[in-house]
């Protein structure tokens, strides 16, 4: 009796064990067209987690072409951790990862959100309009959704997904890394953008032939391995930046950008004009490599929430770099009490740039300021300070003066 009641424990034990993993491990072992393939262990992983399934044949026809849909369906999936249930939940890394608006969105209006495609209707317009939301595409990206995805387009989707997420990399840089394929030019500026980034991120890479693939279509197969990369960092393809200079740096729109530096100069001056903004309080805003600087908190507000151009460039002071062209500037809106609220911070920054040079530029600075003012013209001007030559010149407008000051 004792060693019956043994058999029924160990028994019911297996049971449970099967009725844990038996259906994931069942699935991606009952496909009968991936034995062999290159992508057999990712399909196997992404197939378990419910990202992509097989057809009811029992094939996952790994070379055919992935479709608009699916691939957002995919992504989305992708940020999720599925439960023994079968219910889903987003990973905490990726709500983390997204800003304030986002998670109010994921949160408020997504709070329902099932995961699971329409049975009444067109299946992928969950995943549509919530990609949307979130500003991974817009509706208008593609004409059809049911299309085919060609790797430009993934790309596209992935460029916006990792603004969100991530940040995005130094354009300059990345369009110069993703010059090496051959068939980049084949592909338009913009489209050129979207590629030099998933490259540079280590997510897409070209073909043996030194090819990006442009125009080619992106097989089922291959959507799982960029997937792969973009959950988990790791398994991306390292890509070994020129130098150290680098710097993850807010954008307009609320985002993050990666910028590369020339030199630990101008990466010091970064971090010195951050500094300068400071000394405003909170009356500053700092936006990829122009620090703005404005008379009050009111002003700060007016300028943020801008519907025209005017008033969103309404700053009494900027101070700004350019690492393309190794360039560092000062602007000044000549107006009364500008220079006296914002001295300070023009002085944090240019005495660290001028050194002991940093008396003459601060006189050359008050009188060029000053001569301005009283006269609204000035005539363009360079002059030698020690190691940065000064170009000053006063725009159309007759209040606002520039500094472009270029290290030689």
């Known amino acids: 009796m004792r060693q019956w009641k043994k058999w029924i424990f160990l028994a019911t034990i297996c049971c449970v064990m099967t009725i844990g993993v038996g259906p994931e491990k069942s699935e991606a072992a009952g496909l009968t067209d991936v034995k ?49 249930n079968g219910e889903r939940k987003w990973k905490t890394s990726f709500t983390q990862s997204l800003n304030a608006s986002n998670q109010s969105i994921l949160q408020q209006d997504y709070r329902d959100f099932t995961f699971k495609p329409n049975t009444v209707g067109y299946w992928a317009k969950p995943y549509l309009d919530l990609a949307s939301d979130l500003h991974f595409i817009s509706k208008g990206q593609f004409t059809d959704y049911k299309a085919k995805l060609k790797r430009e387009d993934v790309a596209e989707i992935l460029y916006y997904l990792l603004k969100e997420t991530e940040y995005l990399e130094d354009e300059v840089y990345s369009l110069k890394a993703a010059s090496k394929f051959g068939d980049l030019q084949s592909a338009t500026s913009r489209q050129q953008k979207f590629i030099g980034e998933v490259m540079t991120k280590g997510i897409m890479e070209g073909y043996p032939n030194g090819y990006f693939g442009v125009g080619r279509y992106v097989t089922r197969a291959e959507a799982l391995q960029i997937i792969t990369r973009l ?29 590369i530096f020339p030199d630990e100069r101008m990466l010091k001056a970064y971090e010195v004009m951050e500094q300068a903004g400071k000394l405003r309080g909170t009356n500053y805003d700092l936006e990829e490599t122009t620090l703005r600087l404005f008379r009050d908190a009111e002003a700060k507000a007016a ?7 005017a008033e969103r460039n309404s700053n009494e002071a900027s101070l700004w770099l350019d690492p393309q062209f190794s360039t560092y500037g000062v602007t000044v809106h000549l107006e009364e009490g500008t220079l006296a609220r914002n001295m300070e911070s023009v002085r944090k920054f240019t005495d660290y740039l001028f050194g002991y040079d940093a008396d003459i530029f601060y006189r050359h600075f008050t009188e060029a300021c000053q001569l301005a003012a009283a006269k609204g013209v000035f005539e363009t001007s360079t002059k030698q300070i020690g190691s940065y030559s000064v170009e000053t010149r006063l725009e159309a407008d007759g209040k606002t003066i520039i500094f472009s000051i270029i290290h030689n």
């Open 36 to 84: 062999g393939h290159w992508a057999e262990q990712t399909i196997s992983q992404m197939v378990q987690q419910g990202l992509l399934d097989g057809f009811p044949d029992g094939t996952f026809r790994p070379d055919e072409s992935v479709t608009a849909d699916q691939f957002v369906k995919i992504v989305l999936l992708a940020f999720t951790d599925i439960y023994p």
């Open 231 to 259: 959950q988990t960092k790791s398994k991306r393809i390292n890509v070994v930046h020129e130098n150290g200079f680098i710097k993850v740096v807010p954008t307009k729109d609320g985002s993050y950008k990666k910028l």
């Open 303 to 309: 300028a943020m929430r801008g519907a025209t151009t």
